[in-house]
T-cell receptor, first 115, second 114 residues
Framework: AQSVSQHNHHVILSEAASLELGCNYS??????LFWYVQYPGQHLQLLLK??????LVKGIKGFEAEFIKSKFSFNLRKPSVQWSDTAEYFC?????????????FGKGTKLSVIP | GAGVSQSPRYKVAKRGQDVALRCDPI?????LFWYQQALGQGPEFLTY????????KSGLPSDRFFAERPEGSVSTLKIQRTQQEDSAVYLC????????????FGDGTRLSIL
């Protein structure tokens, strides 16, 4: 069974600081990778996804993530955070291929951006 | 709206009561998922439907948990004889087709068992 580790439980940054949230997964085969974001009081929203191809994936709101297969990592980055990025961020993985539907999530990283 | 709709948003029940949580997926979405999110944790898979067929219920924690989607649209998650450890947010997600990604999530139902 696959598992996902998010190393940072709570990250506090000032506006304009750069962000990198770590995500490592454990699974022996090929995977689809996702970052979801949950703003306060809102539902989980897809930030970006990786299925195949270019390992550098660009998502909404200036976020990007890089898949490094050798490190089983899919870290999320943003060059300059804004107060509105305050939210909880979840990394998720599911095995590629037909019949693979179950998402496995990390525990989440809470990001607080100070104006 | 066009998103996944869940009701009620909040549910408080006494230990031992039965509860039913409803999910209205995005219209036309074939796949439907239920997840359980405990406090401070990420969502954990409970069960998966493709249309009306429940193809995977491996994540249901006990036989007190039951889910159905009889007409391939609305789904209900039922918990019988609730216990305190059932307190969590229950999330529903849907996706367009059998490939199942990406999944679109509802706001969840926060269940508190007293």
């Amino acid at each position: 069974a696959q598992s996902v580790s998010q190393h940072n439980h709570h990250v506090i940054l000032s506006e304009a600081a750069s962000l990198e949230l770590g995500c490592n997964y454990s699974y022996g085969g090929t995977v689809n990778l996702f970052w979801y974001v949950q703003y306060p009081g809102q539902h989980l929203q897809l930030l970006l996804k990786y299925f195949s191809g270019d390992p550098l994936v660009k998502g909404i709101k200036g976020f990007e993530a890089e898949f490094i297969k050798s490190k089983f990592s899919f870290n999320l980055r943003k060059p300059s955070v804004q107060w509105s990025d305050t939210a909880e961020y979840f990394c998720a993985v599911n095995p590629s291929g037909a019949g693979s539907y179950q998402l496995t999530f990390g525990k989440g990283t809470k990001l607080s951006v100070i104006p | 709206g066009a998103g996944v709709s869940q009701s009620p948003r909040y549910k408080v029940a006494k230990r031992g009561q039965d509860v039913a949580l409803r999910c209205d997926p995005i219209s036309g979405h074939v796949s439907l998922f239920w997840y359980q999110q405990a406090l401070g944790q990420g969502p954990e898979f409970l069960t998966y439907f493709q249309n009306e067929a429940q193809l995977d219920k491996s994540g249901l924690p006990s036989d007190r948990f039951f889910a159905e989607r009889p007409e391939g649209s609305v789904s209900t998650l039922k918990i019988q004889r609730t216990q305190q450890e059932d307190s969590a947010v229950y999330l529903c997600a849907s996706s367009l087709d059998r490939m199942s990604q990406p999944q679109h999530f509802g706001d969840g139902t926060r269940l508190s068992i007293l």
